[in-house]
Antibody, heavy 118, light 110 residues
Framework: QVQLQESGPGLVKPSDTLSLTCTVSGGHITGYYWSWIRQAPGKGLEWIGYVYYSGTTNYSPSLRSRVTISVDRPKNQFSLELKSVTAADAAVYYC????????????WGQGSLVTVSS | QTLVTQEPSFSVSPGGTVTLTCGLSSGSVSTSYYPSWFQQTPGQAPRTLIYNTNTHSSGVPDRFSGSILGNKAALTITGAQADDESNYYCVLYVGGGIWVFGGGTKLTVL
């Protein structure tokens, strides 16, 4: 059974960079798209972007200027960096696997709460 | 920027049928948008119910079904149960490798 687990600081200062890692267990990074999705308190889901196992990326237009998603195949991990954070970036950040063959977001992490405060 | 629209809230009686929709601020949703539907209860990660318009994710009861109705994607719950009370989100592939979530529908079963 594939499992995803987010990790990283739960508190980030305004204007700093938010960094999170998603560790994939029970399966391989190879062959899939790996996404980050966030949810601000009391709000809906927001797709941030994905990295393909080959390293190809795509980002939400609204976040593209501040986001980098990367993959580390040997470690079976992928990561999110979001620069110049503000209070509006406070959210639960989820990592998820997208199966491009079946067109399915099939596995999700449990989520990592990130607070933005000085 | 593409906006994906959902009803903010809906209510259904136990045993009843409800259809939630997922539309576009401009244009019509078709199967080419590969709509998916997710169920989320507070404090939990989303659970995938339906993908690629009308395919059930593993373990999802048959009372959940997906379709295209008119110019929107739709999620129909037939024979609603108390534990179907959740938030429901759709996501659409809008092209160029971009996915956009709807704002979600809070479903009340009462």
């Amino acid at each position: 059974q594939v499992q995803l687990q987010e990790s990283g600081p739960g508190l980030v200062k305004p204007s700093d960079t938010l960094s999170l890692t998603c560790t994939v267990s029970g399966g391989h990074i190879t062959g899939y798209y790996w996404s980050w999705i966030r949810q601000a308190p009391g709000k809906g889901l927001e797709w941030i972007g994905y990295v393909y196992y080959s390293g190809t990326t795509n980002y939400s237009p609204s976040l593209r200027s501040r986001v980098t998603i990367s993959v580390d195949r040997p470690k079976n991990q992928f990561s999110l960096e979001l620069k110049s954070v503000t209070a509006a970036d406070a959210a639960v950040y989820y990592c998820a696997r997208y199966d491009g063959d079946w067109l399915l977001f099939d596995y999700w992490g449990q989520g990592s709460l990130v607070t933005v405060s000085s | 920027q593409t906006l994906v629209t959902q009803e903010p809230s809906f209510s259904v009686s136990p045993g009843g049928t409800v259809t939630l929709t997922c539309g576009l601020s401009s244009g019509s949703v078709s199967t080419s948008y590969y709509p998916s539907w997710f169920q989320q209860t507070p404090g939990q990660a989303p659970r995938t119910l339906i993908y690629n318009t009308n395919t059930h994710s593993s373990g999802v009861p048959d009372r959940f079904s997906g379709s295209i109705l008119g110019n929107k994607a739709a999620l129909t719950i037939t024979g609603a149960q108390a534990d179907d009370e959740s938030n429901y989100y759709c996501v659409l592939y809008v092209g160029g490798g971009i996915w956009v979530f709807g704002g979600g529908t809070k479903l009340t079963v009462l």
